[in-house]
């Protein structure tokens, strides 16, 4: 008897953010795939300033060979746990177009 599994029960997950949390702005991403796991990489990219006349302008971003993208956060993610990433990303993204479209279709109402 002293052999048998225990049974294995799912708890609820309690998320939480502690209060020196840093919320950083990412408008780049990155994934590597490694063994049996994901590796997410997000970044922040500040594109330069850009003054003076348009031929100056235009000879600065000539100049520019590349942008730097600053590395905020790397996540490590099991494969398996993707699939359920996806779905979730899926799922709040067609939220967002539905209430995009909801909020378009109020403004384009007649008055």
Request: proline share 6%; hydrophobic share 45%.
């Amino acid at each position: 008897m002293a052999d048998e599994p225990a049974e294995v029960r799912q708890l609820p997950l309690e998320h939480h953010w502690g209060e020196n949390t840093v919320t950083r702005f990412a408008n780049e991403f990155s994934i590597q795939v490694g063994q049996g796991v994901c590796y997410l990489g997000f970044y922040e990219v500040n594109l330069p300033i850009l003054m003076g006349s348009p031929e100056e302008i235009s000879k600065k971003v000539e100049s520019i060979k590349s942008l730097r993208a600053e590395g905020i956060v790397r996540v490590v993610v099991p494969l398996e746990k993707m699939p359920e990433i996806i779905n979730a990303i899926q799922s709040a993204l067609g939220r967002a177009a539905a209430v995009s479209l909801i909020a378009m279709e109020s403004k384009e109402a007649p008055k």
